[in-house]
């Protein structure tokens, strides 16, 4: 049996009185994927993502989740939203209880968990997406990027197998986007299979596995982010420009400043090639467990090391830092920012557990790999 999670066989879509919106769409994704469904607005992306949990039936084809065919009775379909969450683009679909715990809890409650579970999934949720001591707010009075935090909330509670997100950082600041990506991640560390649809090249680029590059309900392209976005016939097929990054290295590769290779895939690796030979010194990358540590502990760590860098990586950890009163400098994008400060002759903390330690010293890795810069990772 292959490894699948979600398959889709020749689907076709048109809604009533319209176009055709997928015209014969096929793909796997396969389990612990980060998959990008990319296109310009009206290439038929959200509907492609609510046919995911039966939101939407399809005309023709058929869709497999773990390689059982969805069907859209009311056992069926209650299967695969236990498996399937779905963020959608437009939050205010998605949240109709009176107060933002109500909403959050809404799915827990619904798997007849323990109060307690339930209420630490809650707290859980709403810190990860930044919303603590928001409980007894109505969601009605919140802002569109507020409300978009609480419809992933509710999802992130409900630890579903598989995410799909539909524009997930749409009507978000900047900063607050990138902390919903790192939370991405660190749910995909933990093995969630993460299907989203994007029109941010600049996102789906620097975070997927795998992209899909969706024009006028037809598949125009899917493979590595590198390949799709370098391909210029495909980015003017497909109504969209390449990543902005990827667009000035193959300008510097045609002006010979640069020479041809593996295209930087963050900030770390473009500033790594402009520069040429590495530093002289080269910084380091202490990482702590945050499960071993106490507040204490913690604090004397970084007394005894005051010019380093710090940052947190995953749920837990920034939690475990708020509450022990550490000063975090870095708080999104957190590796990159701790390479850049090793490119520069800085020493870097960052503090996670779980799969996150695992995570970060591939990063750091396979970027000392491509760069050939001895920047190195060393527990502490």
């Known amino acids: 049996m292959n490894d699948n999670v979600l398959t889709f066989e020749n689907i076709r879509f048109s809604y009533p009185g319209c176009p055709a919106s997928l015209k014969g769409i096929s793909f796997m994704v396969g389990r612990g994927r980060k998959v990008a469904v990319v296109g310009h607005n009206g290439a038929g992306k959200t509907t492609l993502l609510q046919m995911c949990n039966g939101t939407l039936v399809p005309d023709e084809g058929k869709i497999l989740v773990n390689n059982e065919e969805v069907t859209y009775d009311r056992a069926g379909l209650r299967s695969v939203r236990s498996k399937v969450g779905m963020v959608f683009q437009n939050s205010d679909s998605q949240i109709f209880a009176p107060s933002v715990f109500a909403d959050v809890a809404f799915g827990p409650a619904n798997l007849h968990l323990p109060d307690d579970e339930i209420r630490e999934r809650v707290r859980d949720a709403l810190f990860a997406v930044g919303l603590n ?3 007894k707010r109505p969601p009605h009075h919140l802002s569109g990027g507020e409300k978009k935090r609480v419809a992933i909330a509710g999802i992130l509670a409900m630890h579903p ?3 799909v997100a539909d524009e997930p950082t749409a009507s978000l600041d900047p900063a607050t986007a990138a902390e919903i990506m790192d939370l991405l991640d660190e749910l995909h560390e933990k093995g969630t ?8 090249v600049e996102l789906a680029y620097r975070w997927a596995d795998e992209v899909i590059l969706l ?3 037809v598949i125009l392209h899917e493979g590595a982010p590198a390949e799709v976005f370098a391909d210029n016939e495909l980015m003017k097929q497909a109504r969209i420009t390449p990543p902005v990054l990827l667009d000035l290295y193959q300008e510097l ?3 010979h400043i640069l020479e041809s290779g593996i295209p930087p895939k ?4 473009m500033t790594r090639l402009i520069e040429g030979p590495g530093p002289a010194v080269i910084g380091k990358i202490y990482l702590a467990d945050t499960d071993g540590m106490t507040a204490e502990s913690c604090r004397s760590l970084l007394a005894e090391h005051p010019a380093w860098h710090t940052g947190a990586m995953e749920t837990k950890s920034r939690k475990f830092c708020i509450q022990s009163g550490i ?3 870095y708080t999104h994008g957190v590796v990159d920012k701790c390479l850049l400060s090793a490119m520069n002759g800085e020493d870097s903390l960052i503090l996670t557990s779980g799969g996150m330690l695992e995570r970060v010293e591939s990063r750091v890795d396979m970027f000392a790999k491509e760069s050939r810069t001895d920047v190195k990772v060393r527990r502490v």
Do not use: A, C
């Open 215 to 217: 024009s006028e309900g």
């Open 327 to 329: 000063m975090l400098e």
């Open 193 to 200: 299979t993460i299907l989203l649809s994007t029109h941010d």
């Open 266 to 269: 963050g900030i770390p690796e």
């Open 133 to 135: 001591g928001y409980e």
């Open 161 to 163: 197998e598989i995410l």
């Open 253 to 255: 590769v045609r002006r």
